[in-house]
C-alpha cells in the first residue's frame, strides 16, 4: 500500500503541518539486517511543535526507525534530513553539534548502572566539555527537579529507583542540553495507571514550558490519545499512514481496525471524545464499530 502523509490539523495542541517545512524528512528509508527487511520504502515527516506518535506491531521495526532516525544505526538505502540535513553527508563533528538538538529516552531508560542519578543526568553535559563541574551539577539538578524529582534523590543509584523514577531520570537526561526535539522510546511502558498518567501530564507541561517536538513510540493507547497530533502507524515495512486519529481510524486496514476498534481501543477513543479535544468523530467510529 502507498504510504499516506498526512496534512492535517494537529489533535493535542500542535499546530498544523500545513504547507511548512518538516523537521524530520524520511524517504525511501529502507533497513536490512541480513536477509531480515525491516523497513522497505518507509517515508515519514516531522513537523515543529508537534508530538507524533509511531505504533505497530512489536518487531515491525519502531526502535530501529527511532535509531536510524538519530544516527545510532545506518539505514540499508533511502535518506533522513534532520532540520534540513542531509545525515548522510554530515561529517562526525557536525553529527555531533546536531546531536546536541535532540534528545533521546530509550526503551528500557538505558540508564548507566554504576552512576548516581545525578551523573547520569549530567553525563552529556559532562561530554560537551566545556562547562565547570558546579554549574554542570546545577543544571542537572534544574532537570531533576523539571521532571517531578528532587535533590533527595540525586545520589540514588539506578537499582534504587521505582520504574516511574527511573522512566523520568531517563527523561531529565534527555532533556539535559535542553533540545528542541525529543524520541521517547515506549515512555509508559511498565508504569502502572497513575505513573502514567504522572508522565503524560509531565509530557504536557514540558512541550508547553519548553516548546518541544516530540517523537513518541508507545503501545499505550491512553498516553497515545493523551498527547499525539498525528499518529503513524508502521505495518507492511512502511508507514501506513501518518495522521490525526479521527482521520487514522478510518482507514480499513486490519492492525488499525484490531489496535484502535477493539474493546481497549474504543474505551481509549471514548474517554477522548469525553474531554476538550476536536476528535469527537473518533467517538462516532468508535460506537459505530462497537455496534457492528
Ligand atoms: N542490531 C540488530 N541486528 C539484527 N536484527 C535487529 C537488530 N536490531 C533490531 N533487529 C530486528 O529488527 C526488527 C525490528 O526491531 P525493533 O526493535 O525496531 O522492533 P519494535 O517495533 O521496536 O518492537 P517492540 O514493540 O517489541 O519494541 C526485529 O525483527 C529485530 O529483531
Ligand atoms: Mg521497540
Redesign the pocket.
Given at each position: 500500500m502507498t504510504a499516506i502523509i498526512d496534512s492535517g490539523a494537529g489533535a493535542n495542541g500542535g499546530t498544523s503541518p500545513g504547507a511548512r517545512t518538516p523537521i524530520i524528512e524520511v524517504r525511501g528509508l529502507v533497513k536490512r539486517?541480513?536477509d531480515?527487511v525491516?523497513h522497505d520504502g518507509l517515508d515519514l515527516e516531522v513537523y515543529r511543535d508537534e508530538v507524533l506518535s509511531i505504533v505497530?506491531?512489536?518487531?515491525?521495526?519502531?526502535?530501529?526507525?527511532l535509531r536510524q532516525i538519530v544516527g545510532l544505526?545506518r539505514p540499508s538505502a533511502g535518506t533522513i534530513r534532520l532540520f534540513g540535513e542531509d545525515l548522510a553527508g554530515l561529517d562526525p563533528a557536525r553529527l555531533q553539534w546536531m546531536r546536541n538538538r535532540w534528545g533521546m529516552q530509550f526503551?528500557r531508560g538505558a540508564l548507566f548502572s554504576s552512576l548516581s542519578v545525578i551523573d547520569n543526568i549530567a553525563l552529556p553535559l559532562r561530554e560537551l566539555r566545556c562547562l565547570p563541574d558546579n554549574l554542570i551539577c546545577e543544571a542537572s539538578l534544574l532537570k531533576l527537579e523539571l521532571v517531578g524529582l528532587s535533590a533527595r534523590d540525586a545520589d540514588k543509584m539506578p537499582a534504587d529507583l521505582s520504574g516511574g523514577m527511573v522512566k523520568r531520570v531517563a527523561l531529565a537526561r534527555a532533556l539535559a542540553l535542553e533540545p528542541e526535539l525529543v524520541f521517547l522510546d515506549?515512555p509508559t511502558a511498565g508504569l502502572d495507571p497513575m505513573a502514567s498518567d504522572d508522565y503524560v501530564a509531565l509530557i504536557r507541561e514540558l512541550r508547553r514550558e519548553l516548546k518541544l517536538t516530540v517523537v513518541m513510540?508507545t503501545?499505550d493507547l491512553d498516553t497515545l490519545v493523551a498527547l499525539s497530533d498525528r499518529v503513524a502507524v508502521?505495518a507492511d515495512r512502511k508507514v501506513l499512514a501518518a495522521l490525526p486519529i479521527p482521520q487514522l481510524v478510518k482507514i480499513d486496514h486490519p492492525f488499525i481496525r484490531e489496535y484502535f476498534l477493539g474493546e481497549r481501543g474504543r474505551r481509549a477513543l471514548s474517554a477522548l471524545s469525553a474531554g476538550a479535544n476536536p476528535a469527537s468523530d473518533v467517538a462516532a467510529v468508535a460506537g459505530h464499530a462497537g455496534e457492528s
Open positions: 539486517f541480513g531480515t525491516v505497530g506491531g512489536s518487531g515491525t521495526g519502531k526502535t530501529v526507525l544505526e526503551q515506549e513510540v503501545h508502521l
